[in-house]
């Protein structure tokens, strides 16, 4: 599976839009991008996936660049319980290997 | 449905004695994960079954982690003996087949004296 890369960490405003960037520039065609989150001392999260094309749900959104070697979670409306470590992970789709690989993630500290 | 079950919650042990985890998956589910967390190394997977045949040890560190799943709704993951450096959060994890989300359960925290 391709590697990703995320900013250890990052703030934002209760309220305001949260946007977490990683990078996956080895991604391979038939990869997807995931996301999932770890809220403190709580197993982590799934919260979206997608292969190119945008994706939204009750949770977050996700923007794929056209090249797809970047991604973007949108957190629209920030809460304090938003506050956890978001982790980008790239893999094949669900045929068979559902191995995740966790990286550092990133550090989302929703302040008010 | 109650979510992946784990337990016990918190473990405290002593160096060379025998620990075990224990995890009961969602109902229905046909992948079951078992993971490992620490601060040094962050969230690993150690094995994981499908329809109870271990799949993939690859990631258990050494003899002395072994983990069965005698039935659908029930894995183990056990330690004997235990080291102080075994000392983490052990999350089990299942899934459904042709699915793309992956349930975690509450861990359980091993610290070993």
């Known amino acids: 599976d391709a590697k990703t890369t995320q900013p250890p960490s990052m703030d934002c405003a209760e309220g305001r839009a949260a946007n977490l960037p990683c990078n996956h520039s080895?991604?391979?065609?038939?990869?997807?991008v995931y996301w999932y989150r770890q809220i403190h001392s709580q197993g982590p999260q799934y919260i979206i996936h997608?292969?190119?094309n945008n994706e939204t749900n009750e949770m977050a959104s996700l923007i794929i660049t056209e090249d797809r070697k970047s991604s973007t979670l949108i957190l629209p409306h920030a809460t304090l319980r938003d506050t956890a470590v978001y982790y980008c992970?790239?893999?094949?789709?669900?045929?068979?290997?559902?191995?995740?690989?966790f990286g550092a993630g990133t550090t989302v500290t929703v302040r008010a | 449905d109650a979510g992946v079950i784990q337990s016990p919650r918190h473990e405290v042990t002593e160096m060379g004695q025998e620990v075990t985890l224990r995890c009961k998956p969602i109902s229905g589910h046909d992948y079951l994960f078992w993971y490992r967390q620490t601060m040094m190394r962050g969230l690993e997977l150690l094995i994981y079954?499908?329809?109870?045949?271990?799949?993939?040890d690859s990631g258990m560190p050494e003899d002395r982690f072994s983990a069965k799943m005698p039935n659908a709704s029930f894995s183990t993951l056990k330690i004997q003996p235990s080291e102080p450096r075994d000392s983490a959060v052990y999350f089990c994890?299942?899934?459904?087949?042709?699915?793309?989300?992956?349930?975690f359960g509450p861990g359980t925290r091993l610290t070993v004296l």
């Open positions: 080895t991604i391979s065609g038939n990869e997807y």
């Open positions: 079954f499908n329809n109870n045949v271990p799949i993939d």
């Open positions: 997608g292969l190119k």
């Open positions: 994890a299942s899934q459904k087949a042709r699915t793309d989300t992956q349930y």
């Open positions: 992970i790239v893999r094949v789709e669900a045929t068979g290997d559902y191995k995740l690989s």
